[in-house]
């Protein structure tokens, strides 16, 4: 693999919050600087930016933004303020957990330095230097979970996977794919099936943008086609991401992964979720009670303004749906392939 410069999905620029529109690629890259909290919140619900771990980031960087441009007169009353910004953030996509996990380290360490007497200014400086700290860390977290999922993979094989787990959805490498351009890196020769990923297509949009930009050779394939897949070709494992983890290990992630997973528990393939340990939500004993995101019926009833299906028929369109743990060969993390039931405390740091 070229060593490709990492994508910049989202970044910080002069209290600016710059992303990657992925609502354009893979025809044009361009960039949003995005001014307020409404734009963000915007970006976020639009997809402009999107997957668990990036609009974590996001979410961080626009709690910063927002200290940045609110003002007052005592620490309390202004912490107040910009966790009230700071809501609006975290509710602008319910499933993943990492947005509002991200968010509300933030506002947690205003409280703290508030406690300890520290003013608005200082405030304001903090809250910037933690978002800055959740994307360095992104970063960091791909790269280890890069290292341990490569370890699954054979020295060459084919790997299935859904939606978009890559650059884009992370600050760094990425989770599923990032393990790709991990076992790629290490010499390994992986060929990777794209499901394409209805209704929004980040499948085939943007894994097949990513892995054709690192010169990994890949196929996008419709999401009905993963069984036959598995009946006809010799498959290695599917690797997914994750918007949300329980503790008993039942995963949420995009709409169709559920399918995947029971297609490649009938045909006996290893199915691996590959996620940062910020995606777990240990407070949930199981996946029931998971916000299930659900978007608009336009996106399933018609692309890019050209209707597909008849004027006056609905649609129901889900985001996201729960795998069971036990469809789940293992959780790939930052502190490797992990089963529930998950420690709390790390036992080893990325
Ligand atoms: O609706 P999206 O595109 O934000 O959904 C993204 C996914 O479901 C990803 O698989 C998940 O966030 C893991 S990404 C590292």
């Known amino acids: ?22 609502t354009r690629l893979p025809a044009e890259e361009v960039y949003l600087d995005l001014a307020t909290t409404a734009e963000v919140v915007d970006a976020i619900r639009r997809l402009a930016v999107r997957g668990a771990p990036a609009i974590g980031v996001t979410g961080a960087l626009a709690v910063a933004q927002a200290a940045a441009q609110i003002g007052g007169h005592s620490a309390p009353e202004w912490i ?7 809501r609006v953030v975290a509710e602008a996509r319910p499933t993943a957990v990492n947005l509002r996990w991200a968010v509300d380290r933030v506002v947690s360490v205003l409280w703290r330095a508030a406690g300890r007497g520290a003013g608005i200014e200082s405030l304001q400086g903090l809250a910037l230097d933690e978002a800055q700290v959740i994307l360095a860390e992104d ?8 290292r341990h999922g490569a370890q699954l993979l054979p020295e060459e094989g ?7 787990t890559g650059g884009l959805a992370t600050a760094g490498g990425g989770t599923a794919l990032g393990v790709v351009f991990e076992a790629v890196r290490q010499g390994k020769r992986i060929f990777v099936y794209a499901d394409e990923t209805r209704p929004l297509l980040q499948g085939a949009r943007l894994t097949a943008w990513e892995l054709q930009r690192a010169g990994i050779p890949c196929a ?17 494992a599917v690797l997914v991401g994750a918007d949300r983890v329980a503790a008993n290990g039942d995963t949420a992630n995009k709409i169709g992964t559920l399918s995947v997973a029971l297609v490649a528990r009938a045909f ?15 407070s949930l004993a199981d996946g029931r009670v998971i916000a299930i995101e659900e978007r608009d019926p336009e996106e399933v009833l018609s692309w890019q303004g050209v209707r597909s299906a008849p004027e006056g028929v609905d649609a129901w369109n889900p985001a996201f749906d729960i795998t069971p ?9 930052e502190r490797g392939v992990e089963r529930p039931p998950f420690a709390e405390t790390p036992e080893t740091e990325a």
């Open 1 to 22: 693999v070229p060593d490709l410069e990492i994508l910049e999905t989202v970044r910080w620029r002069d209290g600016v919050v710059r992303i990657l529109d992925q």
């Open 80 to 86: 107040a303020r910009v966790q009230e910004s700071a």
């Open 139 to 146: 970063l960091a977290l791909s790269a280890a979970m890069g």
């Open 158 to 164: 084919r790997v299935l996977t859904h939606c978009n």
């Open 220 to 236: 996008v394939l419709c999401d009905g086609a993963a069984a036959w897949l598995f009946r006809t070709s010799p498959i290695d």
């Open 268 to 282: 006996k393939v290893p199915f691996f979720v590959v996620a940062p340990r910020s995606s777990f939500d240990l």
């Open 325 to 333: 743990a036990g469809l789940v060969s293992g959780w790939v993390t």
